[in-house]
């Protein structure tokens, strides 16, 4: 192949795989996710994928996140379970504070269900990104705030993750081991956030990186006004002492999230599954949780 064929052969790839990110939310099943999983091997850059859920949907995605490309995130073992607990204590009336956004896919699975989605991220690419998608989409009930999450208001040092973009932290030790580049970010916390933006009631997912303690810890006096919390729990987050905080000082009832099997942990305990790291925290005993559940295909386990 000639050197002037490359650039004709690179853009017939690229339109290709705009084809298949762009299916009909109803093929992307996991086999078309498998077939174009290996046909976007080694292509870099972004696409336009309609994420699984609506042909409307025009969402910006990078190829190395495949699942986001060609398949349906919200099908994933590892947050639909999280998902459909946040759906579960949804309320027009409430607003849903998504910590740590990412790329917004939280955000988008619960919007229809809340008043009002705010989306708190901290890497400045990602949070430029997400804005983008949003107007692109007219998604007008989801507002975006760059910031980090944290124990206190002020700025700290941010390590995004160049290797994976979706685990920038707050934390140096979480961020070893990692290509990474830093920047300075604001930092707010819930509590702060909460009456800032004029929130009565809410549901939280946080997921930070390894800063969760400190996260959870800025929640303060805006706990009272929480309606349930979705927690990813890193194995760092379980020696800090996370969920045992939210059971002994948030006077909260912990569940371990696995798949679509809600485990009540009412110490802390819990025997790990490979990643699953999500867990619900809320005032419903199993039975109260049980049937609030059901109807977004979540059970219960009977406690040990």
């Not at 990110?21 to 999983?37: D, E, G, I």
């Not at 705010?118 to 009930?141: C, F, H, K, M, Y």
Request: proline share 5%.
């Amino acid at each position: 192949m000639g050197a002037r064929d490359r650039p004709r052969v690179i853009d017939t790839i690229d339109k290709l795989l705009g084809v298949g990110a762009l299916a009909p939310p109803a093929m992307k099943s996991r086999t078309w996710l498998r077939v174009w999983r290996r046909l976007s091997r080694g292509v870099s850059g972004r696409v336009m994928s309609n994420l699984g859920i609506d042909r409307k949907l025009r969402w910006e995605v990078p190829l190395i996140a495949p699942i986001e490309a060609f398949g349906r995130p919200l099908d994933e073992p590892t947050d639909r379970g999280a998902i459909g607990a946040a759906r579960a204590f949804a309320d027009p009336s409430l607003d849903f504070l998504d910590v740590g956004a990412n790329r917004g896919v939280h955000s988008l699975a619960v919007a229809p269900w809340y008043r009002r989605v705010i989306a708190i991220e901290p890497d400045p690419e990602l949070a430029a990104v997400l804005r983008q998608n949003l107007a692109r989409n007219g998604l007008s009930t989801i507002e975006v705030i760059e910031a980090a999450v944290s124990d206190r208001c002020g700025t700290a040092r941010f390590m995004r993750n160049l290797d994976n973009p979706l685990m920038g932290t707050l934390e140096t030790n979480f961020a070893a081991g990692h290509r990474r580049a830093e920047v300075d970010v604001s930092l707010i916390t819930i509590d702060e956030l909460v009456a800032r933006w004029g929130i009565d009631r809410f549901v939280a997912k946080i997921d930070v990186e390894g800063h969760g303690l400190c996260a959870i810890r800025g929640v303060g006096s805006a706990m009272a006004r929480c309606e349930a919390l979705v927690v990813e729990i890193t194995a760092s987050e379980v020696r800090d002492g996370v969920v045992q905080y939210l059971i002994d000082e948030g006077g909260w009832r912990a569940y371990y999230i696995v798949d679509r099997d809600l485990r009540p942990s009412l110490r802390g305990e819990f025997e790990y599954v490979p990643s699953q790291l999500n867990w619900l925290f809320c005032r419903l005993d199993g039975s109260q949780l049980a049937e609030k559940v059901r109807p977004f295909g979540l059970s219960v386990a009977a406690s040990s």
